[in-house]
């Protein structure tokens, strides 16, 4: 189930966070559900980077929640390249 629930990356002997799917479209949280399956700690960057490489936000309501909640997680926020207005 993806949702408001984190979607563990590969098998739990990877001592990793999970990824947030609470951050991802609902049209990508398949995709995105399949690749946290299939990163490991070596590609787990290049993985994920298409699903956060470009955020797009309105600065109005839960987008602006949004955005200041990704903002407190370091290892996305790396991801992040260019923020659409």
Do not use: H
């Not at 049209?27 to 960057?45: K, L, Y």
């Not at 929640?65 to 407190?72: A, D, F, M, R």
């Amino acid at each position: 189930m993806v949702g408001q629930v984190d979607v563990l990356i590969s098998s739990s002997n990877l001592n990793m966070p999970a990824c947030r799917a609470e951050y991802i479209e609902q049209s990508e949280r398949t995709a995105f559900e399949e690749a946290c399956t299939t990163a490991t700690m070596q590609n787990v960057n290049d993985v994920l980077r298409p699903f956060f490489a470009t955020w797009t936000t309105s600065l109005v309501g839960s987008d602006l929640e949004k955005l200041k909640s990704v903002s407190t997680e370091p290892r996305i926020c790396a991801l992040i390249e260019k923020l659409v207005i």
